[in-house]
């Protein structure tokens, strides 16, 4: 073996060469391969932070209330038509919020005390109740269970998503004594220990920002902020419930990471919330009304349907215009359209309307169809005849490769028993070409349903509260939805605007599943 | 009465008036060509069907152009009527405030509700709607009296030996030919209302101030230059395609010259899904993850060169959305507008210009470096260009993740704005057609649709040329 050939590819020094060029050869494809991976990880990333967004929106919290229908509060003389309870939110609300107060009675002795209660459930989420009511009159006067979802900022917290809390578990403790009247010493031999490593290693952590934040310690549904804490005893001032719950308990500590200046959220509230889920009072529950309600500025009650409806009208007036006349305009230039000048200029002139921004259709739509011709703005009308003008090159394009994928001898076959050139096209290339025009038309529209921009341009960008009846009324569109929510400050709507993303994708995946069964079922070689 | 016939829902009327007047006329035409008899008889030409459709098509165009130009023009007609007959003092409201007055009046005339006090709103919507009754009055009129004008001229052309088939193919040509020219009409509308805006709008603003101006402040004072614009467009377009470029050339030429068959088939379409994301969840994506932690990424940055002594202020600018941000979210969403073009043309390089090189003794990537890059270059630059157009052109990613603030500033953690944005800014509500402000807007977009039609030619000349030569 070790009598190497010698020659001038074999010598020592081509060996070392060809290495270099293996190697050369292995990075090469490294880098593609690292390309790839790249691809393949952004679009996971972006697939995993939007789910993990949404699957956060998937539920939340509503909260139980049983009350008597009130004749005199909800349907007072004069007003007691059913139009007028169905608008009167005041007083469905003023039944929530007195029930709220008998709960916790401590709120009622003063007025921000009682407006921070009242935050607790949006005025605006009795609406549907109010509806209901007014619906069946027969249940005034009677008692009612009434669910309406948990202020938005509430619900993120019982989330986990406003502030990561650390809990500790107290011993037991030993004796209770008041001090003054809110006020309460809490004091047992070992009972704080655990908080307090707790608090040191936080300190160790993040230094002296510990002490900005608060401790509330909780037994039952009995609710106290700790304002000191020494070895074996812990001052606290009660926010909810009776200083009795603590004695002979093993109450439970939660450090929330997040100063009270630096969240929506107050200790008071949280500690109200705490209690009522003690209570049972407050479930987490699929949040169908995403599905059901329409937009709102309140994310607890806003929902996507007026948004869905809108984009269906808008889809079903670009369908209308896009597809037959994409389909027309094709069959022309595949079969019937002279080799000349113009066809040429018509064929470069698609291929270039194809790769044009869709703002610029946006701009068109504003200066023609709302400037020149005075249609009505923010219609899904509008924005559908301007999809449709957006989308048709890229139909026609479909519809020319499946029209040419028909072999010219079904053609000619037609012709030879007799049929025109128009009836050949229309009884025996269409059909066959049916499939693939189908497929390129759905990707079309699938294409539309997701654009934004020209949309805003259009003005379907407005805030809509009523469900759109018909192609002119204001609306506004899914992807548009998904923007002007995106924009929204609170953090409460990352989640839903993430929600309505999944619920738009699940419809662009279910078109392009249609086209993929189109392929399959109907493909066929010639 | 007006007044009632202004409630007429014309869009299902018209539908309804339009299949019935079809499909009578059809009826009618093929009945009279069944019924041809005695020695004419043998001299038919078209089956009696191509009769009736012969009819029917004359019976529903002149109707359907009605109908159409009631569509497109009926709303306008009625607002112009209207605004003729306002008392002298709505004439100095300006024109954004009447078209705000006149689109109340209009809602309330559709939903029939108005129960407030204004007596001159009341009376003015119910003129409306008895103006309204009259325009739908005399559409309903005019596409029944064409109707009738096509159904009786047609019926009176029906003889044994009429040649009904080539007159009805005829007319079908005719339609193909109409519906292939909308995409003619499409750019000629585009062209056209881009032109005429921006023309009126640089009769106010000089041109060259415009396109040269460092100062852009179009929604508190009117300042015009647009070079900022420019700048951000193209800084983030530059950014995107750093991404875009080596990620998508590279899959493309690792799909098509060193992955199996297995591999391809399932890396490619998972490739084109980012293609069909809709650009709104890139915005998203882009504001919800990639600006916030590039802003830590500054301010990490800036915060270890302080502490390291190299610079005493802070290096970058880490603001909250970023043309990094926007332009790296760009880049993913491009790379399979170049990957898949570039897959495209590298397949179509032949095999036989391979083989000479592996017979050569070159390995796979100096085969790939020297023979089969060199021979696709030209459609992998047009792929190039058509991804520099759909990153120019991009609209909803800069509008969530680019800023608003008009500067130009090397710094890629800073806040840009690009022309996309800033029309998205100027169009969004209520606008007047007559303010500089809003013509801006279509200024831009003339620079826009310029630029990437100049893209979009070469680029699509170059794939053309460039099929010819190997097909």
Known sequence: MTDVVQGPFRNEKALRRLKKRRAADVRFRTYGLSAIAFALLALSLLVASIGFQAVSAATYHVVRFDVVLDPQVIAPDG????????????????????????????????????????????????????RTVAENPTRIGRSMTITVP?????????????????????????????????????????????????????????????????????????????????????????????????????????????????????????????????????????????????????????????????????????????????????????????????????????????????????????????????????????????????????????????LKSVPPSIRAAALGVGASKMQSVFHHVLPLAGPGILTGAILGMARALGETAPLLLIGMVAFVADVPSSPTDEATALPVLIFSWSTNAERAWEPMTAAVIVILLMFLVTMNGIVVLLRRRFERRW | MFQQLGHLPMGW???????????????????????????????????????????????????????????????????????????????????????????????????????????????????????????????????????????????????????????????????????????????????????????????????????????????????????????????????????????????????????????????????????????????????????????????WINTTLISSGLTSEPLLAAQPTSALAAGLVMGIMVIPFVSSLSDDVINAVPQTLRDAAYAMGATKSETVKHVVLPAALPGIIASLLLAVSRAIGETMIVVMAAGQRARISADPTADLTTITVQIVALLTGETEFDSPKTLSAFALGLVLFAVTLVFNLIALRVVQKYREKYD
């Open chain 2, 13 to 299: 009327l018209m539908l309804a008036l339009l299949a019935m007047l079809a499909s009578g006329a059809f009826f009618v035409g093929r009945v009279q060509a069944e019924r041809f008899s005695g020695p004419a008889a043998a001299r038919i030409h078209s089956r009696p069907n191509y009769h009736g459709y012969f009819v029917a098509m004359w019976t529903f165009v002149p109707a359907l152009i009605v109908a159409l130009g009631y569509g497109l023009m009926g709303e306008s007609l009625v607002r112009s009527q209207l605004v003729s007959e306002l008392p002298a003092n709505f004439l100095k409201i300006p024109g954004v405030e009447l078209g705000v007055y006149l689109d109340a009046v209009s809602r309330a005339a559709v939903h029939n509700d108005y129960t407030g006090a204004d007596r001159v709103f009341a009376a003015i919507t119910n003129r409306y709607l008895e103006i309204q009754g009259v325009v739908k009055l005399s559409a309903i009129g005019l596409a029944l009296l064409g109707a009738t004008v096509g159904f009786v001229l047609a019926r009176r052309r029906i003889v044994p030996g009429f040649r009904a088939r080539n007159r009805v193919e005829a007319g079908i040509e005719l339609m193909l030919f109409l519906c292939a020219a909308i995409a003619i009409a499409t750019t000629v509308g585009i062209i056209a209302s881009l032109l005429y805006e921006s023309l009126r709008f640089f009769a106010e603003i000089p041109f060259w101030d415009f396109l040269f101006g460092t100062r852009w402040n179009a929604q508190t004072s009117a300042e015009f230059g647009a070079l900022p614009l420019f700048f951000g467009t193209f800084m983030i377009a530059l950014i995107a395609m750093l991404i875009a470029a080596p990620v998508g050339l590279f899959a493309a030429i690792y799909l098509s010259e060193y992955a199996g068959p297995k591999v391809r088939g399932w890396v490619k379409p998972i490739l084109e899904i980012l293609a069909g994301i809709p650009t709104v969840v890139y915005g998203f994506f882009a504001l919800l993850v990639v600006a916030p932690s590039i802003r830590s990424l500054a301010v």
């Open chain 1, 79 to 130: 007003e007691d038509t059913p139009a007028d309870i169905s608008r009167n939110v005041d007083g469905f609300y003023s039944l929530l919020r007195s029930d709220l107060l008998e709960t916790f009675p401590q709120a009622a002795d003063d007025r921000l005390s009682r407006l921070r209660l009242g935050d607790l459930v949006t005025r605006l989420a009795v609406l549907p109740v109010a």
């Open chain 1, 150 to 402: 948990l202020n938005d900022d509430l619900d993120l917290y019982l989330k986990g998503a406003v502030s990561k809390d650390a809990r500790v578990h107290i011993g037991e403790i030993a004796s209770v004594s008041e001090t003054t009247q809110n006020e309460v010493s809490l004091s047992g031999p070992s009972a704080f220990r655990g908080l307090e490593a707790m608090i040191s290693t936080l300190r160790a952590e993040d230094g002296d920002a510990v002490d900005a934040r608060s401790v509330l310690l909780t037994s039952g549904s009995s609710t106290g902020r700790v304002t000191h804490l020494e070895t074996g005893a812990a001052h606290v001032t009660m926010l909810t419930g009776s200083a009795d719950a603590f004695r002979g308990a093993r109450p439970v500590a939660r450090i929330i990471a997040l100063p009270e200046t630096e969240r929506n959220v107050s200790d008071q509230q949280i500690a109200w919330t705490l209690a009522l889920k003690e209570m049972g009072r407050i479930s987490r529950v699929p949040h169908f009304s995403l599905l059901t309600n329409t937009d709102s500025t309140y994310p607890e009650i806003a929902g996507a349907l007026a948004a869905i409806v809108g984009s269906l009208l808008t889809m079903l007036v670009t369908a209308f215009i896009a597809i037959p006349v994409g389909i027309f305009a094709s069959i022309y230039l595949e079969e019937f359209a002279p080799r000349n000048r113009l066809t040429e200029i018509i064929e470069v002139n698609i291929n270039n309307l194809a790769a044009v921004p869709s703002i610029v259709f946006g701009l068109l739509g504003a200066a023609v169809f709302l400037g020149f011709f005075g249609l009505p703005r923010s219609a899904p009308l509008v924005g559908g005849l301007v999809l449709a003008l957006m989308t048709l090159p890229t139909i026609i394009i479909a519809s020319r490769a499946a």
